[in-house]
């Protein structure tokens, strides 16, 4: 037997039982005549004394022991003199009898530590080294559970856990697929799922009710600190529901997670906001919520000043900062600096500061009075004290930098607290988005959206301000699920296939066996689809869903620890008929 406890095991009531324990050594201390060795395993540290007067013998065979050794331990649980209360096991240690090394180690890249002295690279390198400390395993223990709540959620509501293949054919999500070449059908290629969502639908066509997996998908795009190109989905569908019933299933699984993980209760209903308003007020159809700071649209108001900025601009609006008034001219420069980067684009930024002492101090003083100024406050219910900070410019893109500068303030105000979470829904999403560059609408869900029946008859005359039943579910600005309601009936399907540009042979090819399944008593449905590891990363207070899985690949979408991607011989080509025609030699 290798052990008898863990090393996270052992407490005072333990003392003078014999035991075995086993695991790898953290650190060896040699204090003349005793050495103190600290045993490490998945479940904690248990200190190992070695004493040179009754057990000389021993005590020299620890001087062969290096960091990250494994080894086993025989002996006899003994209270500390010195009792450590930073570890669970800190009351009792090992008067260690026998010594047996399983295995030795190189001295690994970096130290395992909590804080660590490994880079990042070299971490992903070593990623089996890095997974042996306390804050990453801790990441993926906190995985394990979660997804084992969603299980006993979704069990519990009489969802069925179904597997759908891997090797398909192109799923409409909007980004590139992974191709793989098939070598029994010459010339012809698999994709790998963008999602199942096909394939869940077919299966309510089967019957299934409620189902759900939580799958692997592969989306081949450009990668952020939220996104990598193969991810987790809680992937789930419902038949004979509304929207209302499926936000409420999901508003109930998130709620769970939140209690059973977090011991968080929310005991209200998350507030819905409709597309139109998220974008208004805060824009980005994924607010964070944790605080208002919500935009005034000042657009109309200051038309007709001397101010030729504003007379011009397509929108004009800006945010109020409780209590910022006391913002330097350096603090100012710097937010300025900050809304003209590149990736935000702004002109500039206008200030208004409503001084403690009642006095008003703006950049644009030369074209607006006091009063006037003032005016502009009161639509942002400014007090003394407070900072108003506006942009002005082409609508889009303006929201969007005004939405960065929000977010920015909230920052600097201290109001992202990671342990305050802020859930909501938004809805009413447009069903179609106008693409620029290929001139045509392209779905902005997916095109098995159903539109919203108040909506139907706009769908031939203004197809753009149809409203879809899509919904997101928001956390912290942080786009945690999306789905829609379907549509379930062929004609309807076609005709939003036509909507989006395919040719009737076109989506016939790609989706003829899905229009084909409608015409076999489809169900009304609908569903939706969480990102498990931003998810996860959200309940772990982290800003990247790479430390939540377990072998994660770089920004270049590189596993740079097994080394992949990586050239295959040409025998493996010329299996598959394929010659590389390479851009780069
Ligand atoms: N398949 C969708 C997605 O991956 C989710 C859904 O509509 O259920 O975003």
Redesign the pocket.
Known sequence: MYRTHTCGELRIEHINQSVTLSGWVQKVRNLGGMTFIDLRDRYGITQLVFNEETHKELCEQTAELGREYVIQIKGQVAERSNKNNRIPTGDIEILAEELTILNSSELPPFTIEDETDGGDELRMKYRYLDLRRNPVRENLVLRHKIGFEVRNYLNNQDFIETETPVLIKSTP?GARDFIVPSRMNEGQFYALP??P?VFKQLLMVSGFDRYFQIVK?FRDEDLRADRQPEFT?I?CEMSFVEQEDILNTFEGMTKHLFKTIKNVDIDYTFPRLSYADAIKYYGSDKPDTRFEMKFVDLTDDVKGSEFKLFNEAEYVGGICADGCATYTRKQLDKLTDFVKKPQIGAGGLIYIKFNADGTVKSSIDKFFSAEQLKEIGAKFNAKDGDLVLILAGALNKTLTALCELRLEMGEQMGLRDKNKFSPLWVVDFPLLEWDEDSNRFHAM??PFTSPKAEDMDKLDSAPGDVRANAYDLVINGVEIG???VRIFNDELQQKMFKLLGFTEEEAESQFGFLMNAFKYGAPPHG???FGFDRLVSLFAGLDSIRDVIAFPKNNSGRDVMIDSPSTVAQEQLNDLSIALNLKEQ
Do not use: F, L, M, Y
Request: glycine residues 20%.
């Open positions: 999500e963008q999602s969502q998908c989905q992937d869900h997916h999306g789905g829609s569903g939706v689809a």
